[in-house]
């Protein structure tokens, strides 16, 4: 039996950001860069749905990962369900749902799941089984929302700072406690002249002249989305080493088992984007 530290892969598999997701960490994996194994692959979509998740499928297959498909659009079209509003509580068919999932899962023991392009929110069941990671396009702290959400936010924050973080996935979207995160400066370099072309401008302006073609808009996003990656693969090498663990109650602690408000991968993640934007 294997003792590498094992992490479970829930995925919708929708194209190619969430390939590129799965390719690295197996890169990671194979160079030795990280001393783990992806025990299996969850995908709430099942081969058939849309070519691109019949490509991520066909990725999973390539790397030998156990596979576990579980289409949640037809167990919602089968109880004859709208999508739920995520502003209430999920129904109960919704948490039947992931029940139904957790028995396919049963013979799997993962020391920490990935949330890595996956499209449905954590029922309490779900969240109760597992330690869950997943991944914020803003700081500890930052703005909620959609990366695009955040960048606007940003903009008309005129922000100094972004980031992006991974956190303990609880019920309530994007609330839970921050695992590890990043930082960079917005404030600097090419930066300030990207202030300058939108100053006195408001946002709901740049949004219906420009959107999100807006050169600032688009910086931003550059430099947050090159650190999405590496974030992730940073974060399941500390996991993996012990560096921090996620307790019982949900909270982030370091190996000493103190309680910590993130672990800053900021210098980390700078090293591994260097040259490349």
Not at 232 to 249: A, C, H, M, Q, Y
Request: glycine share 10%.
């Amino acid at each position: 039996m294997s003792n590498k530290y094992k992490i479970g892969w829930f995925s919708t598999g929708r194209g190619e950001g969430s390939k590129g997701l799965l390719r690295a960490t197996h890169q990671a994996i194979k160079s030795g860069e990280l001393d783990a194994e992806i025990e299996f692959v969850y995908c709430s979509r099942e081969r058939g749905e849309t070519e691109a998740t019949d490509r991520y499928l066909d990725m999973v297959k390539e790397y030998g990962i156990p596979l576990v498909s579980y289409s949640y659009q037809k167990y919602r079209k089968m109880k004859g369900m709208p999508g739920p509003d995520l502003s209430q509580s999920l129904p109960q068919w919704r948490i039947d749902y992931d029940k139904e999932v957790l028995k396919l899962l049963k013979d799997f023991k993962p020391d920490l799941v990935l949330l890595a392009g996956f499209m449905l929110v954590s029922t309490p069941v779900m969240c109760d089984r597992y330690e869950i990671i997943n991944l914020h396009p803003a700081a500890p702290g930052g703005p909620a929302g959609t990366w695009q959400q955040v960048i606007w936010k940003l903009i008309e924050d005129k922000a100094d700072t972004q980031g992006i973080k991974m956190h303990v996935a609880i019920p309530e979207l994007d609330m839970g406690p921050t695992a590890t995160y990043c930082t960079f400066l917005i404030r600097s370099g090419t930066f300030d002249k990207l202030w300058e072309e939108i100053k006195g401008k408001k946002v709901a302006e740049i949004k219906g002249g420009e959107g999100v073609e807006n050169r600032l808009f688009k910086t931003i996003r550059e430099h947050g989305a090159i650190r999405e990656v590496p974030l992730i693969i940073k974060t399941l090498k500390v996991f993996s080493e012990g560096k921090i663990k996620i307790t019982k109650d949900r909270q982030v602690v370091d190996a000493a088992g103190r309680v910590i408000k993130g672990y800053d991968l900021s210098k980390e993640i700078d090293e591994a984007v260097r040259g490349k934007i």
